[in-house]
Protein backbone atom coordinates (compact mmCIF):
# COMPACT_ATOMS: atom_id res chain seq x y z
CA UNK A 1 0.00 0.00 0.00
CA UNK A 2 1.43 3.35 -0.91
CA UNK A 3 2.46 5.43 2.63
CA UNK A 4 0.31 8.44 0.75
CA UNK A 5 -3.12 6.52 0.66
CA UNK A 6 -2.59 4.90 3.65
CA UNK A 7 -5.12 5.19 6.53
CA UNK A 8 -5.69 4.58 10.16
CA UNK A 9 -6.99 0.53 10.76
CA UNK A 10 -9.22 -0.80 13.65
CA UNK A 11 -8.45 -4.03 14.75
CA UNK A 12 -11.12 -6.09 16.26
CA UNK A 13 -8.79 -8.37 17.68
CA UNK A 14 -8.07 -8.38 21.30
CA UNK A 15 -4.76 -6.01 22.44
CA UNK A 16 -3.58 -8.92 24.30
CA UNK A 17 -2.99 -11.63 21.03
CA UNK A 18 -1.74 -8.93 18.96
CA UNK A 19 1.88 -8.41 19.94
CA UNK A 20 2.90 -4.24 19.74
CA UNK A 21 6.49 -3.83 18.20
CA UNK A 22 8.72 -1.00 20.19
CA UNK A 23 11.38 1.17 17.89
CA UNK A 24 13.09 3.86 19.84
CA UNK A 25 15.65 5.12 17.61
CA UNK A 26 17.45 8.75 18.99
CA UNK A 27 17.77 9.68 15.46
CA UNK A 28 14.55 10.97 14.18
CA UNK A 29 15.85 10.89 10.40
CA UNK A 30 16.83 7.75 10.75
CA UNK A 31 14.10 6.12 12.39
CA UNK A 32 11.94 8.22 9.68
CA UNK A 33 13.71 6.03 6.74
CA UNK A 34 13.31 2.75 9.18
CA UNK A 35 9.83 3.05 10.06
CA UNK A 36 8.87 3.35 6.12
CA UNK A 37 10.79 0.18 4.78
CA UNK A 38 9.21 -1.47 7.85
CA UNK A 39 5.53 -0.25 6.28
CA UNK A 40 5.61 -2.46 3.35
CA UNK A 41 6.58 -5.24 5.23
CA UNK A 42 3.13 -7.51 5.49
CA UNK A 43 3.79 -8.74 8.54
CA UNK A 44 3.37 -5.46 10.35
CA UNK A 45 -0.03 -4.72 8.81
CA UNK A 46 -1.47 -6.82 11.87
CA UNK A 47 0.78 -5.75 14.79
CA UNK A 48 1.07 -2.02 15.94
CA UNK A 49 4.59 0.37 15.12
CA UNK A 50 5.43 2.78 17.62
CA UNK A 51 7.95 4.82 16.41
CA UNK A 52 9.80 6.65 19.14
CA UNK A 53 12.81 9.60 19.44
CA UNK A 54 13.74 9.36 22.69
CA UNK A 55 12.19 10.46 25.79
CA UNK A 56 10.36 13.62 23.82
CA UNK A 57 9.51 10.69 20.96
CA UNK A 58 7.77 8.92 23.06
CA UNK A 59 5.53 11.51 24.46
CA UNK A 60 4.55 13.03 21.27
CA UNK A 61 4.09 9.61 19.69
CA UNK A 62 1.66 8.58 22.50
CA UNK A 63 -0.29 11.48 22.67
CA UNK A 64 -1.04 11.15 18.78
CA UNK A 65 -1.64 7.68 18.96
CA UNK A 66 -4.32 8.47 21.31
CA UNK A 67 -6.07 5.80 24.17
CA UNK A 68 -8.53 4.62 21.25
CA UNK A 69 -6.17 3.77 18.76
CA UNK A 70 -4.54 -0.06 18.90
CA UNK A 71 -2.87 0.20 15.44
CA UNK A 72 -1.72 2.80 13.46
CA UNK A 73 0.30 3.18 10.39
CA UNK A 74 1.86 6.69 9.56
CA UNK A 75 1.69 8.83 6.24
CA UNK A 76 5.21 10.26 5.41
CA UNK A 77 4.02 13.58 6.06
CA UNK A 78 3.19 12.26 9.60
CA UNK A 79 6.33 10.98 10.08
CA UNK A 80 7.85 13.74 8.83
CA UNK A 81 5.62 15.75 11.19
CA UNK A 82 6.97 13.77 14.09
CA UNK A 83 10.36 14.43 13.54
CA UNK A 84 9.95 17.95 13.49
CA UNK A 85 7.44 17.78 16.48
CA UNK A 86 10.27 15.95 18.22
CA UNK A 87 12.90 18.14 17.24
CA UNK A 88 11.45 21.15 18.71
CA UNK A 89 10.37 19.89 21.39
CA UNK A 90 13.66 18.62 22.44
CA UNK A 91 14.97 22.16 21.70
CA UNK A 92 12.34 23.74 23.53
CA UNK A 93 13.13 21.50 26.73
CA UNK A 94 16.97 22.63 26.10
CA UNK A 95 16.24 26.16 26.37
CA UNK A 96 14.26 26.15 28.92
CA UNK A 97 17.17 23.96 30.62
CA UNK A 98 19.04 26.33 29.49
CA UNK A 99 17.55 29.15 31.11
CA UNK A 100 16.86 27.75 34.41
CA UNK A 101 20.68 27.09 34.58
CA UNK A 102 21.51 31.25 34.20
CA UNK A 103 19.00 31.75 37.09
CA UNK A 104 20.56 29.54 39.19
CA UNK A 105 24.07 30.43 38.67
CA UNK A 106 23.19 34.25 38.86
CA UNK A 107 21.17 33.40 42.18
CA UNK A 108 24.36 31.55 43.46
CA UNK A 109 26.92 34.46 42.74
CA UNK A 110 24.56 36.93 44.94
CA UNK A 111 24.31 34.13 47.83
CA UNK A 112 28.00 34.01 47.30
CA UNK A 113 28.74 38.08 47.71
CA UNK A 114 26.13 37.84 50.53
CA UNK A 115 28.94 35.55 52.31
CA UNK A 116 31.34 37.33 51.47
CA UNK A 117 29.93 40.14 53.43
CA UNK A 118 29.92 37.67 56.70
CA UNK A 119 34.16 37.56 56.50
CA UNK A 120 35.45 40.57 58.05
CA UNK A 121 37.36 42.96 55.87
CA UNK A 122 39.25 44.65 58.41
CA UNK A 123 40.81 43.13 61.62
CA UNK A 124 41.10 45.22 65.19
CA UNK A 125 44.56 45.59 67.06
CA UNK A 126 46.40 46.14 64.28
CA UNK A 127 49.43 47.60 66.60
CA UNK A 128 48.86 44.21 68.32
CA UNK A 129 48.04 41.84 66.52
CA UNK A 130 48.85 40.73 62.41
CA UNK A 131 46.07 38.86 61.09
CA UNK A 132 45.46 37.09 57.58
CA UNK A 133 42.87 34.91 56.66
CA UNK A 134 41.84 33.08 53.11
CA UNK A 135 38.48 31.59 52.14
CA UNK A 136 38.06 29.03 49.43
CA UNK A 137 34.38 27.71 49.25
CA UNK A 138 34.86 23.96 47.09
CA UNK A 139 31.15 25.60 44.85
CA UNK A 140 30.41 28.97 44.73
CA UNK A 141 29.46 29.06 48.00
CA UNK A 142 30.23 26.96 51.14
CA UNK A 143 29.76 26.05 55.30
CA UNK A 144 33.24 27.41 56.14
CA UNK A 145 33.15 30.68 58.20
CA UNK A 146 35.29 32.30 60.13
CA UNK A 147 35.19 35.72 62.04
CA UNK A 148 38.00 38.60 63.85
CA UNK A 149 36.33 40.72 66.05
CA UNK A 150 37.06 43.50 69.31
CA UNK A 151 35.36 41.69 72.26
CA UNK A 152 36.46 44.15 74.38
CA UNK A 153 39.32 46.83 75.87
CA UNK A 154 42.42 44.85 75.03
CA UNK A 155 40.82 41.76 74.11
CA UNK A 156 40.05 40.13 70.97
CA UNK A 157 38.15 37.34 69.93
CA UNK A 158 38.29 34.82 66.67
CA UNK A 159 36.41 31.67 65.59
CA UNK A 160 36.84 29.37 62.95
CA UNK A 161 33.87 27.00 62.12
CA UNK A 162 33.09 24.09 59.84
CA UNK A 163 29.82 22.93 58.90
CA UNK A 164 29.25 19.27 57.76
CA UNK A 165 29.21 18.80 53.82
CA UNK A 166 29.00 21.85 51.71
CA UNK A 167 27.42 24.08 49.19
CA UNK A 168 23.97 25.98 49.60
CA UNK A 169 22.77 23.46 52.66
CA UNK A 170 26.09 24.19 54.82
CA UNK A 171 26.78 27.68 53.87
CA UNK A 172 22.70 28.47 55.84
CA UNK A 173 24.11 26.30 58.64
CA UNK A 174 27.16 28.85 58.42
CA UNK A 175 24.89 31.61 58.66
CA UNK A 176 23.00 30.42 61.15
CA UNK A 177 26.24 29.78 63.65
CA UNK A 178 27.08 33.61 62.34
CA UNK A 179 23.95 35.01 63.57
CA UNK A 180 23.68 32.84 66.65
CA UNK A 181 27.38 34.13 67.67
CA UNK A 182 26.33 38.14 66.74
CA UNK A 183 23.75 37.29 69.67
CA UNK A 184 26.48 35.90 72.16
CA UNK A 185 29.42 38.72 71.62
CA UNK A 186 27.68 40.52 74.46
CA UNK A 187 28.14 37.36 76.96
CA UNK A 188 32.23 37.50 76.08
CA UNK A 189 32.44 41.10 76.05
CA UNK A 190 30.84 41.96 79.38
CA UNK A 191 32.61 39.00 80.82
CA UNK A 192 29.65 37.70 82.39
CA UNK A 193 30.04 34.12 81.70
CA UNK A 194 32.70 31.09 80.66
CA UNK A 195 34.38 30.93 77.43
CA UNK A 196 32.90 27.45 77.41
CA UNK A 197 29.57 28.78 78.85
CA UNK A 198 29.18 30.86 75.30
CA UNK A 199 30.16 27.19 73.15
CA UNK A 200 27.38 25.67 75.64
CA UNK A 201 24.84 28.18 74.53
CA UNK A 202 25.83 28.22 70.89
CA UNK A 203 25.67 24.78 70.87
CA UNK A 204 21.73 24.14 72.21
CA UNK A 205 20.95 26.82 69.85
CA UNK A 206 22.36 24.89 67.00
CA UNK A 207 21.47 21.51 68.02
CA UNK A 208 17.61 22.76 68.01
CA UNK A 209 17.93 24.25 64.54
CA UNK A 210 20.02 21.36 62.16
CA UNK A 211 18.77 18.02 60.50
CA UNK A 212 19.40 15.09 61.91
CA UNK A 213 23.22 14.01 61.67
CA UNK A 214 24.44 17.58 60.79
CA UNK A 215 27.30 19.15 63.13
CA UNK A 216 29.02 22.03 62.94
CA UNK A 217 33.73 21.79 63.89
CA UNK A 218 34.39 24.98 65.71
CA UNK A 219 37.01 26.64 67.59
CA UNK A 220 36.68 30.42 69.41
CA UNK A 221 39.52 31.86 70.70
CA UNK A 222 39.61 34.84 73.01
CA UNK A 223 42.91 36.80 74.06
CA UNK A 224 44.39 39.53 75.94
CA UNK A 225 46.22 41.40 73.41
CA UNK A 226 48.36 43.21 76.26
CA UNK A 227 49.68 39.91 77.63
CA UNK A 228 49.32 37.24 75.15
CA UNK A 229 47.39 35.31 77.34
CA UNK A 230 44.29 33.05 75.43
CA UNK A 231 41.68 30.74 76.14
CA UNK A 232 40.48 28.21 73.84
CA UNK A 233 37.26 26.20 73.24
CA UNK A 234 37.77 23.75 70.77
CA UNK A 235 34.20 21.84 69.59
CA UNK A 236 35.67 18.62 67.47
CA UNK A 237 37.62 21.17 65.19
CA UNK A 238 41.24 20.56 63.94
CA UNK A 239 43.84 21.27 66.89
CA UNK A 240 45.66 25.14 66.25
CA UNK A 241 49.03 25.55 65.20
CA UNK A 242 51.51 27.37 67.16
CA UNK A 243 54.65 28.61 66.21
CA UNK A 244 57.28 29.58 68.78
CA UNK A 245 58.77 32.40 67.67
CA UNK A 246 62.05 32.13 70.13
CA UNK A 247 62.24 28.41 69.98
CA UNK A 248 61.77 28.33 66.68
CA UNK A 249 59.30 25.02 67.30
CA UNK A 250 55.86 24.41 65.71
CA UNK A 251 53.15 22.39 67.50
CA UNK A 252 49.94 21.33 67.47
CA UNK A 253 47.98 22.67 70.48
CA UNK A 254 46.70 19.72 72.96
CA UNK A 255 43.34 20.22 72.78
CA UNK A 256 40.38 18.23 75.06
CA UNK A 257 38.12 15.98 73.31
CA UNK A 258 35.35 18.27 73.04
CA UNK A 259 32.10 16.81 70.59
CA UNK A 260 31.56 19.19 67.66
CA UNK A 261 28.62 21.13 67.56
CA UNK A 262 24.70 20.32 67.39
CA UNK A 263 25.53 16.63 68.03
CA UNK A 264 24.48 16.58 72.18
CA UNK A 265 22.19 19.36 73.37
CA UNK A 266 23.64 18.96 77.02
CA UNK A 267 27.69 18.32 76.49
CA UNK A 268 29.70 20.19 78.45
CA UNK A 269 32.93 21.99 76.73
CA UNK A 270 36.20 21.96 78.09
CA UNK A 271 38.68 25.42 77.41
CA UNK A 272 42.03 25.20 76.98
CA UNK A 273 44.72 27.80 78.02
CA UNK A 274 47.22 29.49 76.07
CA UNK A 275 50.33 31.92 76.30
CA UNK A 276 51.64 33.71 73.12
CA UNK A 277 54.86 35.64 73.28
CA UNK A 278 55.93 38.19 70.62
CA UNK A 279 56.37 36.74 67.46
CA UNK A 280 54.39 34.06 67.66
CA UNK A 281 51.93 33.28 65.01
CA UNK A 282 48.67 30.90 65.66
CA UNK A 283 46.98 29.00 63.02
CA UNK A 284 43.47 28.26 62.67
CA UNK A 285 42.47 26.28 59.40
CA UNK A 286 39.45 23.65 58.38
CA UNK A 287 39.94 20.47 57.51
CA UNK A 288 39.25 21.30 53.21
CA UNK A 289 43.13 22.50 53.42
CA UNK A 290 44.52 19.19 54.90
CA UNK A 291 42.02 16.82 53.09
CA UNK A 292 42.89 18.05 49.46
CA UNK A 293 43.44 15.74 47.27
CA UNK A 294 45.79 15.40 44.45
CA UNK A 295 45.02 12.89 41.38
CA UNK A 296 46.02 10.06 43.28
CA UNK A 297 43.47 10.48 45.48
CA UNK A 298 46.39 11.17 48.31
CA UNK A 299 45.17 13.81 50.83
CA UNK A 300 48.06 16.62 51.68
CA UNK A 301 47.83 16.13 55.02
CA UNK A 302 48.46 18.15 58.40
CA UNK A 303 52.46 16.98 57.64
CA UNK A 304 52.23 19.30 54.36
CA UNK A 305 51.13 21.86 55.80
CA UNK A 306 53.21 21.75 59.08
CA UNK A 307 56.14 21.72 56.27
CA UNK A 308 54.70 24.18 55.04
CA UNK A 309 54.20 26.90 57.91
CA UNK A 310 57.98 26.00 58.77
CA UNK A 311 59.27 27.10 55.46
CA UNK A 312 57.74 30.17 55.96
CA UNK A 313 58.15 31.08 59.49
CA UNK A 314 60.11 33.96 59.14
CA UNK A 315 57.23 35.74 56.47
CA UNK A 316 54.54 37.57 57.49
CA UNK A 317 51.39 36.49 57.74
CA UNK A 318 50.00 37.21 54.75
CA UNK A 319 53.01 35.64 53.00
CA UNK A 320 52.60 32.71 55.03
CA UNK A 321 48.74 32.64 54.08
CA UNK A 322 49.51 32.76 50.43
CA UNK A 323 52.42 30.30 50.74
CA UNK A 324 50.07 27.55 52.16
CA UNK A 325 47.43 28.54 49.58
CA UNK A 326 49.88 27.99 46.89
CA UNK A 327 51.66 24.60 48.15
CA UNK A 328 47.80 22.86 48.87
CA UNK A 329 46.75 24.25 44.94
CA UNK A 330 49.83 22.55 43.22
CA UNK A 331 49.43 19.44 45.38
CA UNK A 332 45.99 19.13 43.57
CA UNK A 333 46.83 20.04 40.43
CA UNK A 334 43.62 20.52 38.09
CA UNK A 335 41.48 18.88 40.53
CA UNK A 336 38.90 20.94 41.93
CA UNK A 337 38.95 21.10 45.72
CA UNK A 338 36.79 18.41 47.19
CA UNK A 339 35.55 20.82 50.09
CA UNK A 340 35.59 24.06 51.42
CA UNK A 341 39.03 25.80 52.74
CA UNK A 342 39.70 28.42 55.53
CA UNK A 343 42.44 29.63 56.92
CA UNK A 344 43.03 32.59 60.02
CA UNK A 345 46.71 33.12 61.11
CA UNK A 346 47.73 35.26 63.75
CA UNK A 347 51.01 36.82 64.93
CA UNK A 348 51.34 38.55 68.29
CA UNK A 349 53.32 41.73 68.27
CA UNK A 350 52.82 43.44 71.79
CA UNK A 351 55.08 43.01 74.12
CA UNK A 352 54.34 41.18 77.18
CA UNK A 353 53.17 42.99 80.39
CA UNK A 354 53.12 42.13 83.84
CA UNK A 355 49.97 40.57 84.91
CA UNK A 356 48.76 43.63 87.06
CA UNK A 357 48.87 45.51 83.50
CA UNK A 358 45.91 43.29 81.95
CA UNK A 359 42.82 44.30 81.27
CA UNK A 360 41.30 42.91 83.68
CA UNK A 361 38.38 41.56 81.50
CA UNK A 362 40.22 37.88 80.32
CA UNK A 363 41.23 37.12 84.46
CA UNK A 364 37.92 37.81 85.53
CA UNK A 365 35.57 36.31 82.68
CA UNK A 366 37.83 33.69 81.18
CA UNK A 367 40.43 32.28 83.47
CA UNK A 368 38.94 32.65 87.56
Known sequence: ????????TDLSAPKMERPVRL???????????????????????????LFLAGLVGTLIALRRLRNEA??????SRDLRKLSTDAV??????????????????????????????????????????????????????????????????????????????????????GAV?????????????????????????????????????GFVTFSLVVMDVETGRGCLVNAGHNPPLVWRSNEAHLEEMEVPPN?????????????????LNPGDKLLLYTDGITERLNASHQEWGVHNLMHTV?????????????????????????RSPNDDQALIVVEYLARARTESSSSGFYTAGLVS
Request: with cysteine; hydrophobic share 45%; charged share 25%.
Open 1 to 8: MNPEDAKR
Open 23 to 49: FDVLLAGLGTILLLFLEGSAPLKVVSI
Open 70 to 75: WAYRWK
Open 88 to 173: DERDRMHNELVSHRAQSIQELQVAREVQQRFLPETFPFGDRLNIAATYTPCEEIGGDIYDVFKAGPGTAAFYIADASGHGVGAALV
Open 177 to 213: LKFNLEALKDCIASGETQLADVVHRLNEALAGTMRRG
Open 259 to 275: LALAILPDFEFEPVRFQ
Open 310 to 334: RANAHTSVDAMARAISLENRLFGGS
